[in-house]
T-cell receptor, first 115, second 114 residues
Framework: DTGVSQDPRHKITKRGQNVTFRCDPI?????LYWYRQTLGQGPEFLTY????????KSRLLSDRFSAERPKGSFSTLEIQRTEQGDSAMYLC?????????????FGNGTRLTVT | GQQVMQIPQYQHVQEGEDFTTYCNSS?????IQWYKQRPGGHPVFLIQ?????EVKKQKRLTFQFGEAKKNSSLHITATQTTDVGTYFC??????????????FGKGTLLTVNP
């Protein structure tokens, strides 16, 4: 078990630029989640995949955000035309779909700073 | 939508003192999970409670799930400096039992003075 891996760890970008983050889940996990966390807050749900299917996307997520999980393995999260309000820690998590007993395993996150 | 609230937001204790954080949900939960996030780290799963009135212990940590399955608590006995971090509770938005979409509370930041 090598854990959930996220890349990059840090990203500084200028407002208006596009950014893409990658997440490699634990290999046998079929569920993958993206969360966003700002200072002093708990993780906020963004989107969820079961295998390659994106089953839910938060209503809070604007159309500038898109996520993919081709082949049900790694996932990417793209933010287009970044805004300063997008600055946050983006956390990826994975889990097994074993009923209710499937805790989330989080990666170390990608910290995005939009200047 | 579902709301998960935690109190207190911050707690500073002397090493050896006890600590408790409380979690309340606006809806009945099928289960509740607790996570710990060390400063600069990522949330790490601690435990899941499923049954009404359930109590689970992990060494100095005691977790409770309320009878109505709308509240929970985490109690740490005789805190140590290694307990420092933010403790989050999280409940599934889908009351059918799947935890595919967890709503997290804002967390309680615990600091311990050695």
């Amino acid at each position: 078990d090598t854990g959930v891996s996220q890349d990059p760890r840090h990203k500084i970008t200028k407002r208006g630029q596009n950014v893409t983050f990658r997440c490699d889940p634990i290999s046998e996990h079929n569920r993958l989640y993206w969360y966003r966390q700002t200072l002093g807050q708990g993780p906020e749900f963004l989107t969820y995949f079961q295998n390659e299917a994106q089953l839910e996307k938060s209503r809070l997520l604007s159309d500038r955000f898109s996520a993919e999980r081709p082949k049900g393995s790694f996932s990417t999260l793209e933010i287009q035309r970044t805004e300063q309000g997008d600055s946050a820690m983006y956390l990826c998590a994975s889990s097994l779909s074993k009923g209710i007993n499937s805790p989330l395993h989080f990666g170390n996150g990608t910290r995005l700073t939009v200047t | 939508g579902q709301q998960v609230m935690q109190i207190p937001q911050y707690q500073h204790v002397q090493e050896g003192e006890d600590f408790t954080t409380y979690c309340n949900s606006s809806t009945t939960l099928s289960n509740i999970q607790w996570y710990k996030q060390r400063p600069g780290g990522h949330p790490v799963f601690l435990i899941q409670l499923v049954k009404s009135g359930e109590v689970k212990k992990q060494k100095r940590l005691t977790f409770q799930f309320g009878e109505a399955k709308k509240n929970s608590s985490l109690h740490i006995t005789a805190t140590q400096t290694t307990d420092v971090g933010t403790y989050f509770c999280a409940g599934p938005e889908n009351s059918g039992g799947s935890n595919y979409k967890l709503t997290f509370g804002k967390g309680t930041l615990l600091t311990v003075n050695p």
